[in-house]
């Protein structure tokens, strides 16, 4: 801890800039993994995000959220990365507005 302390104050970094760089790095997320998807998962998302379909985002939401167990036994990955891509395709279309 004392070497840390050392390495704090001679970087010029206070202790609270210093944690909250350890938590913003421990908060990140692994990038969304498509080739556990078909390819048309995403084209169909953008799609209806470009066209500002929130009805079927929506749906798309629901069902990633119903078989993300599925997913997970079959690629060893959840669907929690497809369905935060899905709200933020939701967010830009202006869907939650």
């Not at 944690?19 to 498509?34: R, T």
């Not at 929130?54 to 798309?60: A, E, G």
Request: charged residues 20%.
């Amino acid at each position: 801890m004392m070497v840390i302390s050392n390495m704090i104050l001679n970087l010029k970094i206070t202790p609270a800039v210093f944690s909250i760089g350890l938590l913003l790095v421990g908060c990140s997320e692994p990038p969304m993994n498509w080739g556990n998807y078909n390819p048309e998962v995403k084209q169909n998302i953008d799609t209806m995000a470009a066209s500002k379909d929130c009805r079927n985002l929506q749906k798309h939401l629901g069902a990633a959220a119903l078989n993300s167990d599925y997913q997970k036994q079959k690629t060893g990955e959840d669907n929690a990365l497809l369905m935060r891509y899905i709200d933020e395709q939701m967010r830009a279309a202006g869907c939650y507005t």
